[in-house]
Nanobody, 120 residues
Framework: QVQLVESGGGLVQAGASLRLSCVPP????????MAWYRQSPGTQREMVAS????????TYSDSVKGRFTISRDNAKKTVYLQMDSLKPEDTAVYYC?????????????WGQGTQVTVSS
C-alpha cells in the first residue's frame, strides 16, 4: 500500500529551525493542493499550512503564521515545511497530505508522520 513518508523532524531547542519534507506517491503532484498537519498528545490533528498549485497560494494557521513557510517543488514532487523560531508548543507529530476537501476527504491514508520536539 502506498504511503506518505514525512522526514526532517527532530529534537531542537526553542528558537531553532527545522525543515520537513514529504514526497507523496503520485505522478500528478503538481495539481494537488498540499498541506501540513500536526497532532500533539490529547489534541485533534490540525492543519497548519496549505499550498495550492502556485507557490504564492499559501495559508497558515494563526499559531504558525510568520514563523513557518510551506513550499513545493513540482519538479521534485516534494512539499516542504520550513519551521523557524520554534516554540515548545510546536511539539507534535507532523504529517503531510492533500488539503482536506469539504467532504472531509484527503488523497492518501495518513503516514507515520515525523516527530518534532522543541525543548524550552
Amino acid at each position: 500500500q502506498v504511503q506518505l513518508v514525512e522526514s526532517g523532524g527532530g529534537l531542537v531547542q526553542a528558537g531553532a529551525s527545522l525543515r520537513l519534507s514529504c514526497v507523496p506517491p503520485t505522478k500528478i503532484f503538481d495539481i494537488i493542493p498540499m498541506a501540513w498537519y500536526r497532532q500533539s498528545p490529547g489534541t485533534q490533528r490540525e492543519m497548519v499550512a496549505s499550498i495550492l498549485r502556485g507557490a504564492s497560494d499559501t495559508t497558515y494557521s494563526d499559531s504558525v503564521k510568520g514563523r513557518f513557510t510551506i513550499s513545493r517543488d513540482n519538479a521534485k514532487k516534494t512539499v516542504y515545511l520550513q519551521m523557524d523560531s520554534l516554540k515548545p508548543e510546536d511539539t507534535a507529530v507532523y504529517y503531510c497530505n492533500s488539503v482536506t476537501s469539504s467532504a472531509g476527504a484527503r488523497s492518501w491514508p495518513w503516514g507515520q508522520g515525523t516527530q518534532v520536539t522543541v525543548s524550552s
